[in-house]
């Protein structure tokens, strides 16, 4: 019989041992090993049996259990040391709070919050709210962020049933379930009124209905992070469901889950500054488009509230806004037809102060190579935040060339989308044991806060090789357990799987793949040629074996159809001792697979990988990378901290493309990786290995943290954009008044801009080096001043094709006005680099308060 209902008893603890409860709700717990210590020492057959979840632990202990420990002086004492721990980690001075205080006596300005959109968050396995690389990625930007005392507030949703859990069929077919989450039995509190009632967040949708949340918060550290949960008694059954699968259901759901999202985070922040008396944020992030309708919840705001006109509003919260796509191609974007945004935006539904023809206006794909009637999420984010960023240099430039139908007149490098490379936090990603050697032999844990990058060498080689063999065998020991279950759950009896015990080799060259199985990551590239490829695993002398795991997007039929071909090779009696596929990947897995593995293998088809992180952490456990040159590793690969995978660019063909590069991953294998892994001294130490492991962590360390990443970009976009903000909000919003009436003014006058002649001079039929070139241009400004534009001399190396490249811009300066709004501008321009050379005379808007000359997508030129 099914229970009619289902809720948590949550236990409650003797008064000795209450600050357990404090531990165990703050999820700090998932990355700091005293705490995770404290929980196991309690009983560690139930710590693992409640798959190190705390709330789970206390929740299934007796109250018998519970008052031995309560009586328990040592345990006591020990519990009151965490807490005395936590709440200094909580309110002790960080990075932030000195760095902040020198912003502001330098005249800048430094956040007093910042809001984190994004619609999944991998804290924890413990917390199921995150699918892939994305996920992650936000876990680790409010982890950092938690560690360096930024003060940020995380936004996101609750989704009842996760994303899947995945299971493999006899025939090796990806099977999804979907186990039910309490939020009552996980580490999180629902924000409530002052009257205990729960609090409640509402949004309107189609039809008349509404859409009401409650807000659950789970602490992250320092950092609070909101998740709107749809399961609320007075939704409707549809609507209770809006939330309840990560990037699942059908029809309206993903729209509905994003206006949730961006509208109703807008109004969860709101709810949570009132209730916690938490400041208003001045900088608000979105982590990928899905959020983007945070932008127009804000504009209503500003227009309701403060008397604002759209386009006063617009500029307000565009200064305050940042942007962050994750995304290298364009069907990884969120797309809706025009008629979906009137049915949810228009008639009895349009939103305060926001027209629907102009909130369509800002997702219109309204540009050469765009689709006329579509709404473009990605679009819109870009169009709502004066700020926009790539996931690594590479994906910058990816990003630049996919969205630049928004600035033309621009060339792509010079479209106003930078970049900020991901990193990854370490205290959750970074093995015990890498801890421990750096412990005993640099005297501290702390590498990264005592920046002893450079004393990795003082490790002793044994020390090294014998910590990565201790991590491969843990690795080995948690790979036999899962593919024995996995094995019992298709069908095998215990009888058939004692072959398991055979599985992997703690002394064998070990190579990781772990990721989502969209197409063009290429899961299947490694089986381009079986016959090889079983070769190189059954090797005689220097063997290796693969560890993989992903998942497919349960509507992903071809992701599907990868993961099986992969299963069903690794099923094959003859290899399956030395390559093993391991279903449902998850953060839990992770944490064993990056530091037990010896070498990371990335193959996506370049250049469609934003980043990749997954190699960055197992760098920090000392692997060694083999990837194609694409994301981070394009960026800072460097011969020594592995291997690049050549790369078939320009072949048209797949099928050839993927032969090329699959021999090519074969012979680096076989002829450098591990020739370089089984040559060893007389010791039994590979020390060329070693050496390049070493300087791997003295390398790649110090870029690949994500705490790096988080001072990019409170340095470089949230302080920019506060000032910018604050800007734009002064005196009644007098800097958005007066920006949307220069914008207004400037686009008006365009058309009517043209540049009408440049004379040079001063130069010989042979220029050479030290010459200057002289310039003067005639201008019909089309009724603006010279104080609205500014005329720019652009030159650099010249193509074939006469296309400028390598440019560099020069301001050319008022000299003469004439009649009818005509000037003369001029300048000069020494030269300094041979070759080939070219310029022309570009006229673009100048305002202090434009990020740069490209942000209003206009430019008119000779």
């Known amino acids: 019989m099914k229970a009619i209902r289902r809720f948590s008893v949550r236990t409650v603890l003797p008064a000795r041992i209450e600050g357990l409860g404090e531990l165990a709700s703050n999820l700090r717990w998932s990355w700091h090993p005293p705490t995770r210590d404290l929980f196991e020492s309690i009983d560690p057959t139930k710590w693992a049996g409640a798959s190190e979840d705390p709330v789970k632990l206390l929740s299934r202990l007796s109250a018998d259990e519970l008052a031995a420990l309560a009586d328990d002086d040592d345990f006591v004492a020990r519990v009151e040391a965490a807490g005395v721990e936590l709440r200094a980690y909580l309110t002790d001075e960080r990075w932030y709070q000195s760095w902040s205080?020198?912003?502001?006596?330098?005249?800048?300005?430094?956040?007093?919050?910042?809001?984190?959109?994004?619609p999944e968050f991998g804290i924890t396995s413990v917390l199921p709210q995150y699918s892939g690389g994305l996920?992650?990625?936000?876990?680790?930007?409010?982890?950092?962020?938690?560690?360096?005392?930024?003060?940020?507030?995380?936004?996101?949703?609750?989704?009842?049933?996760?994303?899947?859990?995945?299971?493999?069929?006899?025939d090796g077919w990806q099977l999804e379930t979907y186990p039910v989450l309490d939020p009552d039995g996980l580490p999180l509190a629902l924000l409530r009124e002052a009257d205990d009632t729960?609090?409640?967040?509402?949004?309107?949708?189609?039809?008349?209905?509404?859409?009401?949340?409650?807000?659950?918060?789970?602490?992250?550290?320092?950092?609070?992070?909101?998740?709107?949960?749809?399961?609320?008694?007075?939704?409707?059954?549809?609507?209770?469901?809006?939330t309840e699968t990560l990037y699942g259901g059908g029809g309206d759901t993903r729209l509905e889950q994003e206006l949730l999202l961006g509208v109703g985070g807008v109004r969860a922040l709101r709810l949570w500054s009132r209730l916690s008396g938490s400041p208003t944020?001045?900088?608000?992030?979105?982590?990928?488009?899905?959020?983007?309708?945070?932008?127009?919840?804000?504009?209503?705001?500003?227009?309701?509230?403060?008397g604002l006109t759209f386009d006063e509003a617009l500029e307000a919260v565009r200064a305050a806004t940042v942007f962050t796509t994750h995304t290298p191609v364009p069907a990884g974007i969120d797309r809706f037809s025009a008629e979906k945004i009137h049915l949810f935006f228009g008639g009895?539904?349009?939103?305060?102060?926001v027209p629907v023809d102009r909130l369509l206006s800002l997702g219109a794909e309204d540009y050469a190579g765009g689709e006329a009637g579509i709404f473009n999420m990605a679009v819109m984010g870009l169009r709502l935040a004066q700020r926009a960023n790539g996931v690594s240099k590479l994906h910058g430039h990816v990003s630049r060339e996919m969205f630049d139908g928004l600035w033309p007149g621009f060339d792509d490098e010079e479209v106003p989308i930078t970049s900020i490379t991901n990193g990854v936090h370490a205290p959750t990603w970074v093995d015990r044991t890498v801890y421990d050697v750096a412990r005993e032999h640099l005297g501290t844990a702390d590498i990264a806060g005592a920046d002893l990058w450079h004393r990795i060498d003082e490790v002793p080689a044994a020390a090294i090789w014998a910590a990565k063999r201790e991590m491969r065998q843990k690795l080995v020991d948690d790979a036999q357990r899962r593919v024995r279950s996995s094995w019992r759950k298709r069908g095998a009896t215990k009888a058939e799987l004692g072959w398991v015990d055979d599985v992997l080799d703690p002394d064998v060259l070990t190579i990781g793949f772990a990721r989502r199985v969209p197409t063009y990551k290429r899961l299947t590239l490694m089986l381009s040629d079986k016959v090889r490829l079983k070769s190189l695993l059954l090797h005689p002398e220097r063997p290796m074996q693969l560890v993989i795991a992903g998942k497919s997007h349960p509507a992903d039929e071809t992701g599907?159809?990868?993961?099986?071909?992969?299963?069903?090779?690794?099923d094959d009696p003859e290899v399956r001792h030395r390559i093993v596929f391991l279903p449902n990947y998850d953060i839990a897995m992770a944490q064993r697979l990056y530091p037990g593995c010896d070498v990371w293998l990335n193959n996506p088809l370049r250049p469609l990988e934003a980043c990749g992180t997954s190699g960055m952490k197992a760098a920090l456990n000392g692997g060694l990378n083999l990837s194609i040159l694409d994301g981070w590793w394009d960026e800072w690969f460097d011969g020594r901290n592995g291997w690049a995978i050549p790369t078939a660019d320009g072949v048209d063909d797949p099928d050839r493309r993927d032969d090329i590069e699959a021999t090519a991953l074969y012979d680096l294998i076989e002829n450098s990786v591990a020739a370089t892994f089984y040559d060893v001294d007389d010791a039994g130490l590979p020390q060329g290995w070693i050496s390049m492991m070493s300087h791997t962590l003295k390398t790649l360390g110090p870029k690949v943290l994500a705490s790096r990443m988080v001072q990019d970009y409170t340095e470089k976009l949230y302080c920019p954009a506060t000032a910018a903000g604050r800007a734009m909000d002064e005196s009644d919003f007098a800097g958005a008044k007066a920006m949307a009436s220069y914008k207004a003014?400037?686009?008006?006058?365009?058309?009517?801009?043209?540049?009408?002649?440049?004379?040079?001079?001063?130069?010989?039929d042979s220029p050479q080096i030290g010459d200057t070139l002289q310039l003067r241009a005639f201008v019909d400004l089309g009724g603006l001043t010279p104080d609205d534009i500014e005329v720019q001399l652009v030159h650099g190396h010249v193509s074939d094709t006469d296309d400028l490249r390598d440019m560099e811009v020069a301001t050319l300066e008022v000299a003469e006005n004439y009649e009818g709004g005509r000037y003369q501008f001029a300048g000069a321009q020494k030269l300094r680099r041979t070759g080939s050379f070219g310029y022309s005379v570009r006229v673009v808007p100048k305002n202090t308060a434009l990020a740069g000359p490209a942000e209003m997508g206009l430019a008119r030129n000779a």
């Open 198 to 242: 729960p609090a409640v967040v509402s949004v309107a949708l189609p039809g008349g209905r509404t859409l009401h949340a409650h807000v659950w918060r789970a602490q992250v550290g320092r950092v609070p992070l909101l998740l709107l949960d749809s399961d609320v008694a007075d939704n409707d059954a549809a609507t209770r469901k809006v």
């Open 745 to 764: 003014r400037v686009r008006s006058a365009w058309p009517r801009v043209r540049v009408e002649h440049v004379e040079p001079s001063g130069l010989s």
């Open 101 to 118: 205080r020198e912003q502001e006596a330098a005249g800048s300005a430094a956040p007093a919050a910042i809001a984190y959109f994004s």
């Open 281 to 306: 944020p001045e900088v608000y992030h979105t982590n990928e488009g899905h959020a983007g309708f945070l932008g127009v919840e804000r504009i209503t705001e500003l227009v309701r509230d403060h």
């Open 135 to 170: 996920g992650i990625l936000a876990g680790d930007h409010l982890k950092s962020a938690s560690d360096l005392g930024v003060p940020i507030v995380g936004v996101g949703l609750f989704y009842k049933t996760g994303y899947f859990k995945q299971a493999l069929s006899r």
């Open 560 to 570: 599907k159809r990868l993961i099986q071909e992969m299963v069903q090779f690794a």
């Open 348 to 353: 009895a539904n349009e939103i305060p102060g």
